[in-house]
């Protein structure tokens, strides 16, 4: 089956330094893997999202992903850290096969000081 | 512009009351989704629809609901509140063959 875990519940960092959030998965193929973003008292948004197809993904404000299989990683980046970062973060695993479900890890909250 | 909306944003209800809380999609897309955010659990599938008729049950189904008569709609239902039912609700969708889902911008729901 297939699971995620986020390293971190918790990460604070300045703004102007860079972002670093961890996620491991579990996978018995190559999965679709995601980073969702949440702002506080809304919905999920979209950061990126991994298909096999390149092992580097860019996403939107900055952020960036690497999978690395020998790893079972999918760690999130941003070289430098801004005020409006401040949110929660999903890693994501598809299911796989034809039920285009979503399993979602813990989050981590991302907390930027000024 | 396409979107996902849900309504009510906000709503408290008491025990053992029916609730409906309404998801509404203007994606076209096949596939809907209920899932429920508690802290500490991220987000839990509750219901799951491929198609108008076509429900499934997730990993929290116990207490709710669905049924999809149309593309664009998929309301869940709260038989009979509880206490442990007070979340976030969120829907999302999807397109046929596509597991990259966007969500809707969630309801709050408090049992007193």
């Known amino acids: 089956a297939q699971s995620v875990t986020q390293l971190d519940s918790h990460v604070s960092v300045s703004e102007g330094t860079p972002v670093l959030l961890r996620c491991n998965y579990s996978?018995?193929?190559?999965?679709?893997l995601f980073w969702y973003v949440q702002h506080p008292n809304k919905g999920l948004q979209l950061l990126l999202k991994y298909t096999s197809a390149a092992t580097l993904v860019k996403g939107i404000n900055g952020f960036e992903a690497e999978f690395k299989k020998s790893e079972t990683s999918f760690h999130l980046t941003k070289p430098s850290a801004h005020m409006s970062d401040a949110a929660e973060y999903f890693c994501?695993?598809?299911?796989?096969?034809?039920?285009?479900?979503?399993?979602f890890g813990t989050g981590t909250l991302l907390a930027v000081q000024p | 512009d396409a979107e996902i909306t849900q309504s009510p944003r906000h709503k408290i209800t008491e025990t053992g009351r029916q609730v409906t809380l309404a998801c509404h999609q203007t994606w076209n897309h096949n596939n809907m989704f209920w899932y429920r955010q508690d802290l500490g659990h991220g987000l839990r599938l509750i219901h799951y629809s491929y198609g108008v008729q076509d429900t499934n049950k997730g990993e929290v189904s116990d207490g709710y609901s669905v049924s999809r008569s149309n593309t664009e709609d998929l309301p869940l239902t709260l038989e009979s509140a509880a206490s442990s039912q007070t979340s976030v609700y969120f829907c999302?969708?999807?397109?046929?063959?596509?597991?990259?889902?966007?969500f809707g911008p969630g309801t709050r729901l408090t049992v007193l």
């Open positions: 994501v695993v598809s299911e796989g096969g034809a039920t285009n479900k979503l399993i």
């Open positions: 996978s018995s193929y190559s999965p679709s």
């Open positions: 999302a969708s999807s397109d046929l063959g596509t597991d990259t889902q966007y």
